[in-house]
């Protein structure tokens, strides 16, 4: 052997060795709100327990990070390794084969201890293909001294119809005081997610058990005329260009009575920083008209790992350390346990640290207990979600259908002219998707 | 008389001329201001325009969140590398179509336009799975070549245009000198074409800068520019909005100067010929 060949055979066995040295890098896509940022500031606790493993963040709006997942695990681009995701896509790439199983975290993970529904929510056959970061539910805000006020007394589980008394007796236009703010703003994830939850209580559904659009019941006709007259009478103006965060800015400058959203919100209006009404807010489960079925809805945004990615096994010790009950330790430590994401493990909720920190505690836990994503309606369907259907196509379905919605809530047609165009455009997206031949 | 009324008729003019520039900038300016706010005061109602408390904390949160530095320099060579690359080609297509023209050329000049006129959503799937299998997802040499094919018909446009406004007489004389075609392109078209090929580069610096569906969904960690930087702090659940506005402004800043900066050479190439 030549001295340059010996010389060019130990070069390529140090670049190996170097190779082999070399951190692995973790691409992690996720969606800007408080509780990931935070992880993003608290990972060099997991980088330093794990030196050969780097992370690289991708943070991007919600909508965005959707359109920009999809594409990528549906064309196997394999751009990340730890992907962000709610509990509308894990049920469908499940499916198509796109996730990893999640069945072999270690046993001091304590899959056991994540909540029942959420758990629920995140499998397929019985198997775990994400874990949740943080749990969602819906429920009932309210200002108590208003209430007080108008001499309104608000029960733990309130109907629809309460509501309507309530928010009649606590709306002061003059002052401008609405006595209820509710999502109106087009979009599946937007007004059709509150109008089907809303919907849901009062006995209607999306589909029949033959995927036959149910837009023309009469369960539909009651709730959607209900939630136009709340808007209307009681509602703030310009209701149907409000999202979550419209109605968060309105709730926390003292202009709604009753605010009925995403459980997660409790944390800001409820902080004195940003929150001008944050010492007389009061909690309530969603309503219902009692048929056995409250108006709440059940989302996690959750952590999955793209089946094919090259880092399989470092994304894996991620994802647990992300979604353990370590991670709520550091977190409490660091920030306090009112920061701690909620709604994901039952050891939270049997913490007395965080109940005495997080007022809302008990009633996030309770809206999430009464979220049954398998059986969301009061009459049997072919498909599981409560605010949406888990089918691809109902992305775009959902938001033509909010589109009729918000029509209706502007005053550009009525109620039965929206829900018949969403019966008819149901139809015809679900003939051309062959579920109705 | 006649003078009175041209006088009332220039202030009138010039009135009417700042209220829509004033009405064209407002977005930005309130942009800018509502960045040195509170998240609580940026969503005040009524809101404050000039008398609240002013604050940097928002560029301090933006500056320990994100890399700037590296989205901005990802802008930088995306946005000139795409513009010059798009020049070196649209320079020997505008010239022939303008001097040389073809039977076809106005046809080929309009099918050159309507590509512009396709939903870039449509070719998505395909440029992506063609970028997955040559390796060029999430790379910057990946997005100058895709910016450069998107805006390069409206350079050959603008610079077919420019080139027309230039008496073919002048070139026929460099010819009839001897002058080769590259001579006569680089020293005698080129020099005299200057103006126009400023403002086209200045203009496809700015569209390239500004482009998001493109650089978002092509990127991920490493060659995200300061459009992916923006949408990082858009959020649907949480206000927000004093922290987006700041990085917004952050984003925006150096485009703005630069177009401040060559405005005269901008009105001046996007006006070339218009007055005969």
């Known amino acids: 052997m030549t ?7 130990g070069a390529t066995a140090l670049c190996g060795l170097a190779a082999a040295a070399q951190a692995e890098t973790l691409t992690i896509a996720t969606v800007n709100n408080g509780d990931m940022i935070r992880m993003q500031g608290l990972a060099s606790d997991f980088t330093d327990q794990h030196p050969d493993i780097e992370l690289e963040w991708v943070t991007l709006e919600e ?46 993970y304590d899959v056991d201890d994540l909540l029942p529904s959420i758990r629920e929510g995140l499998s397929v056959d019985g198997s ?82 033959n995927w036959m659009p149910q837009f023309d019941s009469e369960a539909w006709q009651t709730a959607f005329s209900d939630y136009l007259m709340l808007q209307n009478e009681y509602g703030a103006p310009g209701a149907a260009n409000n999202g979550f965060n419209e109605n968060l800015a309105l ?33 309530a489960l969603a309503p219902d008209n009692g048929l056995g079925k409250r108006g709440n809805w059940l989302w996690a945004w959750s952590l999955g790992i793209p089946a094919g990615t090259d880092a399989e096994d470092a994304a894996k010790t991620f994802v647990a350390w992300a979604t353990s009950k370590e991670y709520a330790e550091l977190v409490a430590e660091n920030e306090g346990w009112a920061n701690v994401p909620p709604g994901t493990r039952t050891s939270l909720y049997e913490n007395p640290a965080y109940l005495d920190a997080a007022s809302f505690a008990e009633m996030t836990l309770e809206s999430i207990k009464a979220a049954d994503p398998k059986n969301p ?51 015809q997206e679900m003939q051309a998707a062959g579920y109705i031949q | 008389m006649a003078r009175a009324v041209s006088t009332r008729r220039k202030i009138g003019f010039t009135i009417a001329a700042w209220a829509v520039g004033l009405a064209i900038f407002f977005p930005i300016l309130w942009t800018i ?46 946005s000139l590398g795409s513009t010059l690359l798009g020049l070196l080609i649209a320079i020997p297509a505008a010239w022939s179509m303008a001097f040389v023209p073809g039977k076809r050329t106005k046809d080929v000049l309009m099918w050159m336009l309507s590509t512009k006129m396709l939903p870039p959503v449509g070719v998505l799937i395909p440029i992506y799975l063609i970028f997955r299998d040559v390796g060029l997802l999430d790379t910057k040499t990946g997005l100058v070549i895709v910016l450069t094919l998107i805006n390069l018909p409206i350079i050959v446009w603008m610079l077919y245009t420019y080139f027309k406004e230039i008496p073919g007489e002048i070139l026929e004389a460099a010819r009839m000198d001897g002058a080769s075609l590259r001579n006569e392109i680089i020293h005698v078209l080129t020099p005299m074409a200057v103006p126009g090929i400023a403002s086209t580069l200045l203009l496809n610096v700015i569209l390239a800068w500004n482009e998001a569906f493109w650089t978002l969904n092509l990127t991920a960690a490493k060659s995200a520019p300061l459009t992916a930087f923006i949408a990082s702090y858009s959020s649907p659940e949480g206000l927000f909005y004093a922290k987006l506005s700041a990085a917004s402004t952050m984003a925006i800043a150096p485009i703005l100067i630069l177009g401040w900066f060559s405005q005269k050479q901008l009105v001046r190439g996007l006006t070339f010929g218009a007055v005969k």
């Open chain 1, 128 to 209: 775990l293909y994400a874990v949740p970061f943080y749990g969602e539910s819906s429920m009932v805000m309210y200002r108590t001294d208003l209430a007080e006020a108008a001499g309104v007394e608000f029960p733990e589980a309130p109907t629809w119809d309460f509501i309507k008394e309530a928010a009649a007796a606590m709306t002061d236009k003059e002052n401008e005081v609405y006595g209820i703010c509710m999502r109106g703003k087009a979009g599946w994830g937007e007004n059709t997610a509150f109008i089907t939850s809303m919907a849901n209580s009062y006995g209607a559904r999306w589909f029949d058990e």
């Open chain 1, 251 to 283: 709730f926390q400058q003292g202009k709604c009575g009753m605010w009925i959203d995403a459980t997660v919100a409790a944390s800001f209006v409820t902080n004195p920083d940003d929150s001008t009404v944050a010492d007389s807010v009061g909690f």
């Open chain 2, 33 to 78: 201001l509502t960045s040195f706010k509170t998240e609580a005061e940026a969503i005040s109602s009524p809101p404050s325009f000039l008398f609240f408390d002013w604050t940097l904390e928002n560029y301090t949160t933006v500056q320990e969140r994100s890399n700037y530095f590296r989205h901005f320099w990802n802008s930088v060579v995306i």
């Open chain 1, 63 to 108: 909508n965005v990070l959707r359109q920009r997942v999809t594409t990528d695990i549906a064309t196997r681009g394999g751009q990340y390794d730890v992907m962000t995701i709610g509990t509308y896509e894990v049920p469908i790439w499940a499916q198509q084969g796109w996730l990893v199983a999640l069945d072999d975290l270690p046993e001091e």
């Open chain 1, 3 to 9: 001295q340059t060949t010996r010389a060019l055979l």
């Open chain 1, 377 to 427: 309606t009061v009459d049997p369907v072919p498909y599981t979600g409560i605010q949406f259907v888990a089918i691809p196509e109902f992305q775009g379905i959902g938001t033509a259908v909010g589109q009729q919605f918000a029509a209706a809530l502007a005053g550009q047609k009525s109620a039965e002219e929206a829900l018949q165009a969403a019966q008819d455009l149901t139809m």
